[in-house]
């Protein structure tokens, strides 16, 4: 059948857009552009490359900064660190990222974020490394403000309780207490206690005149079933309850809410007049007819009026001309929601319309009304308490926007370790292919296919056939680990048996052991398993044994041993009598690229895909050596099974 399809309207690139992306500089057109900051160096930290937007950031000119060590940007306090994360990183061949302080060149402090990463060269060698370079001078002024408002929150916190504390003693004093407290209960609920000690730390504000009756839910269930008991623990304090373990100054709200009436309340007005009028936050007191009958100077403040204006008005109503209201309607509205019984509590209430630059106070608040009933349960009068969080919720704006610009560069940091992962995967596997066929040929000449060699020839030949099969196994090794380090690992559990395990490990490095002329013994008890991924671990066994088979002499022994541990674990040998490994560098063997014999062939990698293949199990992995010339043991522990697995697991 004949396509339908234009194949004139197909997905073509722009010739322009085309000829950009064949080119051999769109990479650095590409840098050039970027917002973050961007520096190179090479292993003597001299600055070999940046792009416009550090020098903008640091005042410098281009040609000022090419040639100049990096260390000389950096603040003096930060050098020394610069200097470790430099040397790590060509060390390690892995990104790293940290905060450090610039030096402009006027001699201003500028914070920035560090993402630095060493550049390697075509054998893999540390040749340089450039950093990502981010300004962060305006979060760190968000933090500090936000750590002083924090603080600033947490005082008004412990001035809110203290006014309650006054209050109780007050009230205390002056007003004969009758009210009912209930702490719902049982035997088995672990908050009760913890909400227990802190009703009995705010009954003690009143002096001993309140108490409270604890009562058992399953021995007196007709009482829970009367006050609606859901959960546990609950303190009832007439119709309004509080469960869990309660914030004082909630419980403080809700016992001042429950003994002061209007009747009670006027005998004390004297008293929480001179408290209120002193308090950090804006505090007034509405009557049920919508009259503002009570305020402290922050009012006057936040409604933009004198306290004559506001004083005797009908804020709730409002009045019939066009004078602007004291209120916002969003703030009325809650009010009416206060005068109906109802207490709200919100958190981020705008009531102006903001100015980022030049907020304006009271503009963004948080907002408590707290309703006062009399003996009949009438609501009487509101009291309202009204705190200035606007620079608070624009600080916390920011901050927020920030983090997303750190998200974004992470995204950034991912997928350049993507593209390097990549790159190492399509290189790796272009060298292995013709490896492969030089190693054949070399076989064919060995096995004299090709013709007689003579004994120097031959052994030449040996040589380089044993060179060729070391950098193949290198370049698998980063392969590997490569492989693991993005992806990550799948493991397939199952129970197996351990012998099986070690004996498909022995197989699959058969013939170098032969070729080595090694004896490879092992004792495994018969029925002796573990939980776990079985081509995972011979790839652990097999990494050990050509690690042994690496540092020990020829016709020399390696035994591999395994055993019962403990109750969770069994732990697997594998012993040479080699050349050992100097106490000093046991920790570090099993880190990435790490040799304790720089001459040594290898990548470096092995080791570390064995640490990672164990840790992915919920087992441990380390080294062990009296020293030069004398042997070294690895051991690595395993589930026994699944039910160990999920507990070893579930407390990582």
């Given at each position: 059948m004949k396509s339908d399809i234009n194949r004139e309207s197909d997905f073509k690139t722009h010739p322009i857009l085309e000829k950009i992306l064949t080119s051999s500089g769109w990479y650095k057109t590409l840098v050039d552009t970027m917002p973050e900051g961007i520096v190179a160096s090479d292993m003597n930290l001299n600055i070999i490359y940046v792009n416009p937007k550090i020098c903008k950031m640091l005042g410098y000119k281009e040609d000022e900064l090419l040639g100049m060590n990096s260390i000389d940007i950096v603040m003096e306090s930060d050098r020394a660190r610069v200097s470790r994360e430099s040397e790590k990183r060509f060390t390690e061949k892995k990104t790293s990222q940290y905060e450090i302080s610039f030096r402009s060149k006027l001699g201003s402090k500028i914070p920035v974020l560090i993402s630095g990463t060493p550049i390697l060269g075509p054998d893999g060698e540390s040749i340089g490394t450039y950093a990502i370079i981010t300004d962060i001078s305006d979060r760190k002024i968000v933090e500090r403000e936000l750590r002083n408002k924090n603080m600033e929150l947490q005082t008004l916190y412990n001035n809110l309780l203290e006014l309650y504390e006054q209050l109780a003693s007050i009230i205390a004093d002056t007003t004969?207490?009758?009210?009912?407290?209930?702490?719902?209960?049982?035997?088995?609920?672990?908050y009760c206690a913890p909400a227990e000690e802190v009703l009995q730390e705010v009954l003690a504000s009143y002096s001993g005149k309140i108490t409270y009756r604890k009562v058992d839910i399953d021995e007196e269930p007709e009482l829970a079933e009367k006050y609606d008991i859901m959960s546990l623990p609950t303190i009832a304090i007439g119709d309004e309850q509080l469960t869990s373990v309660p914030d004082m100054y909630k419980l403080h709200s809700a016992l001042f809410s429950a003994l002061v009436p209007e009747e009670k309340f006027r005998r004390t007005r004297q008293e929480l007049d001179n408290i209120i009028e002193n308090s950090?936050?804006?505090?007034?007191?509405?009557?049920?007819?919508?009259?503002?009958?009570?305020?402290?100077?922050?009012?006057?403040?936040?409604?933009?009026?004198?306290?004559?204006?506001?004083?005797?008005?009908?804020i709730i109503k409002g009045k019939k001309d066009k004078q602007k209201a004291a209120f916002p309607v969003s703030l009325i509205k809650l009010f009416k929601k206060g005068l109906s019984g109802e207490k709200v509590d919100v958190n981020r209430l705008k009531i102006k319309n903001v100015d980022v630059k030049f907020p304006q106070p009271f503009t963004i608040i948080s907002l408590k009304v707290v309703p006062m009933a009399n003996k009949e349960g009438e609501i009487t009068e509101i009291l309202a308490l009204c705190?200035?969080?606007?620079?608070?919720?624009?600080?916390?704006?920011e901050l927020t926007t920030s983090y997303v610009k750190l998200e974004e560069l992470n995204e950034k940091l991912q997928e350049v370790n993507r593209e390097r992962s990549n790159f190492?995967?399509?290189?790796?596997?272009?060298?292995?292919?013709?490896?492969?066929?030089?190693?054949?040929?070399?076989?064919?000449?060995?096995?004299?296919?090709l013709?007689?060699?003579?004994?120097?020839?031959?052994?030449?030949?040996?040589?380089?056939?044993?060179?060729?099969?070391?950098?193949s196994r290198s370049i698998l090794e980063i392969m590997d680990h490569s492989t693991l380090e993005t992806q990550g690992y799948t493991l397939k559990h199952k129970q197996y048996q351990l012998r099986a395990i070690v004996s498909d490990s022995l197989t699959a490095v058969g013939s170098v052991i032969i070729d080595k002329g090694f004896i490879v013994s092992h004792d495994i008890p018969d029925k002796l398993s573990a939980w776990c991924d079985k081509e995972q671990v011979v790839r652990i066994i097999k990494n050990l044994v050509l690690n042994a088979i690496k540092f020990t002499e020829k016709d020399s022994n390696i035994r591999i041993i395994a055993k019962n541990l403990n109750k969770d674990f069994i732990e697997i040998s594998v012993i040479d009598n080699g050349l050992g490994i100097y106490k000093k560098d046991l920790k570090r063997i099993f880190e990435q690229y790490v040799k304790v014999d720089p001459k040594s062939p290898g990548s470096g990698l092995g080791l570390a895909v064995v640490k990672s293949?164990?840790?992915a199990h919920g087992g441990t992995v380390l080294a062990e050596s009296d020293g030069k010339n004398k042997g070294s043991t690895f051991k690595f522990t395993l589930p026994k099974n699944k039910k160990a697995h999920d507990r070893i697991m579930k407390t990582k």
């Open positions: 004969t207490i009758y009210t009912e407290i209930y702490l719902f209960t049982s035997k088995d609920c672990v950090p936050i804006a505090i007034l007191t509405i009557n049920s007819k919508g009259i503002l009958t009570g305020l402290n100077p922050l009012v006057e403040i936040m409604a933009e009026k004198k306290r004559n204006d506001l004083v005797g008005a009908d705190e200035d969080v606007t620079k608070l919720a624009l600080q916390e704006e190492m995967e399509v290189t790796s596997t272009g060298l292995l292919d013709p490896l492969r066929s030089s190693k054949e040929l070399l076989d064919q000449i060995l096995l004299g296919q013709g007689e060699l003579g004994d120097e020839v031959f052994g030449t030949i040996e040589y380089l056939r044993n060179n060729l099969a070391n950098v293949l164990v840790e």
